[in-house]
């Protein structure tokens, strides 16, 4: 076969099968909307699902914070002591915190913590046969497995993130107030006139939402079409995180710059 043609043809192959993802990406997620209507019905679902994503992933996400808040507190107070600036400390850790790093970190592990055991979980039950034996007694796997599993990520997200901004921010204050010396009156008073409630808070936490919407859903897409062999499903574990993590950096992009751009 020409070598052109050659490279034609597998470029073809490529372009095909990447608009053929993408419409079965596209159908799991308005067939996952469409019946959502079983978190009203059956809420012991998606709290169940939420305990397993969320109480399963606070460990990892409060150390996580802890730390980021201890290395926010150390290199925000260099950094403002050269301008004479230390008192703005607070405010600096806090608006780090809850407009970027708790949304993206947070994102991060649990695209790394939560979307992997749910690609995992999925694609066992697929190699296992469950989701077969489900349909044989006319239970739509869909319905019964995937969306509680969507809406308890999609909820469980925003509670991290909020309580990796909350630990980060303690963090900092033990480094820049106990460790420091930083007066603390000050910390807190600059932190409660600048951060504004819409402007930050709301928009970090509509920033976890969208990320905890995007790494679950591609989490369980991953697990829903691996093949069913243990390749196939560290395959699919591998993509979750390559493909979750890559969405959330891109749209944390987007949606910094439609949040803050005025």
Not at 78 to 98: D, F, I, K, N
Not at 145 to 154: A, D, I
Request: no cysteine; net charge positive.
């Amino acid at each position: 076969m020409n070598p052109v043609v050659r490279v034609l043809t597998a470029l073809g192959e490529k372009i095909r099968t990447t608009i053929s993802g993408l419409g079965a990406f596209t159908r799991l997620l308005a067939y996952l909307l469409k019946q959502s209507g079983i978190v009203v019905r059956r809420p012991g679902l998606v709290s169940q699902q939420i305990h397993f994503i969320g109480n399963h992933s606070l460990l990892i996400i409060a150390i996580s914070g802890l730390f980021v808040g201890f290395v926010l507190g150390l290199q925000g107070y260099y950094t403002l002591s050269r301008y004479g600036s230390e008192e703005a400390l607070g405010l600096l850790v806090a608006l780090t915190l809850t407009r970027e790093l708790g949304p993206v970190v947070t994102a991060l592990l649990f695209a790394g913590r939560a979307g992997t055991s749910l690609t995992a979980e999925i694609g066992l039950m697929k190699a296992g046969e469950q989701l077969a034996a489900m349909e044989v007694m006319a239970v739509d796997p869909l319905r019964r497995v995937l969306v509680p599993r969507f809406w308890g990520g999609v909820i469980a997200m925003p509670v991290l993130a909020s309580i990796f901004s909350m630990v980060g921010i303690l963090g900092g204050w033990f480094v820049g107030v106990v460790m420091i010396g930083v007066d603390p009156g000050i910390f807190w008073a600059q932190m409660q006139d600048g951060v504004d409630v819409m402007n930050d808070i709301a928009n970090g936490v509509i920033k976890s939402i969208v990320f905890g919407f995007a790494v679950t859903l591609i989490a369980l897409y991953a697990g829903w079409t691996s093949r069913p062999t243990p390749e196939g499903v560290s395959r699919a574990t591998t993509r979750t995180v390559v493909m979750g993590s890559l969405s959330v950096l891109g749209l944390d992009f987007i949606l910094t710059a439609l949040m803050f751009s005025n």
